[in-house]
């Protein structure tokens, strides 16, 4: 926006996060307990420069974010893109210095700014992941059998605090609803997690939640097991849900889901999928998501809105 002279005017309207940062990792595999085992370490640093920014409870100033991270993982699937058999279990622990303990700050009379100027939190995931094969077709010569496939999968995530004084982190909080493909969302400062038959990020608040579960079960079908252009469909259920406080957690009130979709991987845009779902429970404060009505999703990638 310009002035008469020409001269750029601010927009004292906007509404900015600005993000540098940068990781190093270090992952190796193991041979005990079994060579299913690897584990991953990280290092890393975001520096985040927030103006008007309405989606988290620091809105304006500056956050540093220093944090270590170890995820220990078994994988035992036998196939990247469309598994027949294996588990996959993963355990991850991301940290952060415990600054309140030693920078004499009183954080009952600190501002916003001054509390999360140096990020802390304590982090924690599980997932477990399980692929079973329920029907057992031979293929004919030169050719894989096409059978049916379950795959079921429970997460739980947790953003825990050193601090009570200090409060949950305004970063790193999980978001759930929809495909977990939000494009004006950011994916360094926050986690979203899909659950298909809502619309996007429509379970949890909207600052985000330190507290959330997930619950999957899909049945796959193999429309073609080419390696160049592998396609299969699928019928799913799952359920899932935030909570802003710890005392609320409970991994039975969960929100409901159901549909069916489509995945086709080509080596030259990974894997594509389609889905419709029906949302079977209220949203409170949210007419257009849950109550049985239908969305349509689109994912990109694996691992896109996974826990």
């Known amino acids: 926006m310009n002035d008469n002279e020409g001269n750029k005017i601010r927009n004292p309207n906007r509404s900015t996060m600005k993000i540098i940062g940068g990781s190093v990792g270090f992952g190796k595999r193991l041979k005990k ?28 100033g500056y956050a540093n974010d220093f944090n270590g991270k170890i995820n220990i993982t078994r994988n035992s699937v036998d196939a990247p893109i469309f598994p027949k058999n294996g588990s996959n279990f993963s355990i991850l622990g991301q940290f952060t210095p ?3 303990l030693f920078n ?26 399980w ?37 949950v982190s305004p970063f790193e909080r999980y978001y759930m609803g929809g495909s977990g493909l939000s494009g004006f969302q950011n994916f360094v400062a926050r986690e979203i997690i899909a659950l298909r038959g809502y619309t996007d990020n429509s379970l949890s608040s909207t600052s985000g939640d330190p507290l959330c579960a997930r619950y999957t079960m899909e049945l796959r079908y ?42 086709v991987f080509l080596p030259m845009f990974g894997l594509l999928g389609l889905d419709y779902g029906w949302g079977f429970d209220n949203i409170p404060g949210n007419s257009g998501s849950g109550n049985g009505q239908g969305q349509f999703h689109f994912t990109l990638g694996a691992q896109l809105g996974e826990l």
Request: charged share 20%; net charge positive.
């Open 104 to 129: 004499n700050i009183n954080y009952e009379t600190a501002t916003t700014a001054e509390k999360f100027k140096f990020i802390e939190y304590q982090k924690y995931k599980f997932t477990a992941e």
């Open 33 to 60: 307990p079994d060579d299913f085992f690897s584990i991953y370490t990280e290092a890393s640093y975001n520096y985040y420069e927030l103006e008007n920014y309405p989606y988290f409870i620091l809105a304006n």
């Open 222 to 263: 193999p429309i073609s097991l080419n390696p160049q252009a592998t396609i299969f469909v699928l019928g799913f259920a799952e359920a899932g849900n935030t909570w802003a406080r710890y005392k609320d957690f409970n991994p039975f009130q969960v929100k409901r889901s159901a549909g069916f979709g489509l995945r």
């Open 131 to 167: 692929f079973t094969q329920l029907t057992n077709k031979k293929g004919g010569e030169g050719k894989e059998a096409r059978n049916l496939v379950l795959r079921t999968k429970i997460g739980y995530g947790i953003l825990g605090m050193y601090n009570s004084k200090v409060g």
């Open 98 to 100: 415990p600054y309140s």
